[in-house]
Every structure is written in C-alpha cells, then in structure tokens.
C-alpha cells in the first residue's frame, strides 16, 4: 500500500470510530428523552417512534 492509500485508510477507519461513539452515546440520551416527553405509555412501547404519539410537557410539571 502506497502512503496515501494507508493515511486514506486510518482517516476513514477514525472517522467511522467517532461516529460509532457517537452514536452509542446519543442513542439512549434520546431514547430518555422519548421516554420523558412521551408519557408513560411510550416508556413501555417497542418499537420506539421518533416522535411520541402524545406529546406532554406534564412530567417536567413536576421540576417547576
């Protein structure tokens, strides 16, 4: 392998790493977050939607 075909590699191979990490890290931050808008009933339902059927602001009611 030539020097630019192996710095090609590893760049790719790094950038594929970061992205990996990034989703394993932000993956279960936005299942919470479903989970906390969506009420109980999306907390229990498999598969999750992107966005909860019944939007509610009713659990954060507690925190104010």
Do not use: E, H, N
């Amino acid at each position: 392998m030539t020097q630019r075909a192996t710095g090609s590699f590893k760049g790719w191979l790094y950038g594929s790493g970061v992205m990996l990490l990034c989703v394993w890290v932000l993956l279960p931050i936005g299942l919470i977050g479903l989970g906390a808008f969506g009420g109980r009933p999306a907390v229990y339902q498999w598969p999750k939607t992107l966005m909860p059927a019944s939007l509610s602001l009713d659990q954060l009611a507690v925190f104010f």
